[in-house]
């Protein structure tokens, strides 16, 4: 999950947790993180430490309570899907239904030139079978290792 949503900062990630971490895991995060950016401990500039605490302390109230971080995790979730949809719908606006181009079906045309095809296949393999019936002298004949052969030779005196 990225760490800003369109409503602010994700508390997640804010504090350095997995949306599954229990609520001793946020209650340690939080302590680490209050003591790092509380205004009166950190060298920060007083706007910014406060500014940064004040999430932290929003995020720990939110997490950290059960029907809060609940309501929390549902907006999270419906932002997200409505996020994935605006992208699916903006890269497909233009093209046809089918998030993958290939997955289509087969028009007129593709029809009919596979048809064509396989009519072509069929006819060339029954011309191949025909002449090989028809005039086996044509046909591919087996060679004759060279080592069966016998050569007269004739001796003359």
Avoid: W
């Amino acid at each position: 999950m990225s760490k800003h949503t369109p409503f602010g900062v994700n508390f997640y990630s804010l504090l350095g947790l997995h949306p599954q971490a229990s609520n001793q895991e946020i209650r340690r995060a939080y302590r680490e993180l209050s003591k790092r950016y509380h205004p009166d401990t950190t060298d920060m500039p007083e706007a910014i430490a406060k500014a940064k605490f004040q999430q932290i302390n929003e995020a720990y109230a939110t997490l950290v309570n059960s029907e809060k971080r609940l309501e929390y995790d549902q907006k999270i979730r419906r932002l997200y899907i409505d996020d994935l949809s605006q992208r699916v719908n903006f890269y497909h606006r233009n093209s046809s239904s089918y998030l993958d181009p290939q997955d289509r079906p087969l028009s007129a045309g593709e029809l009919f030139a596979l048809l064509i095809i396989g009519v072509t296949l069929i006819c060339c393999l029954l011309i191949a079978i025909t002449i090989g019936l028809i005039r086996p002298e044509l046909t591919i004949q087996p060679i004759q290792p060279p080592g069966n052969q016998f050569i007269e030779i004739q001796h003359s005196l």
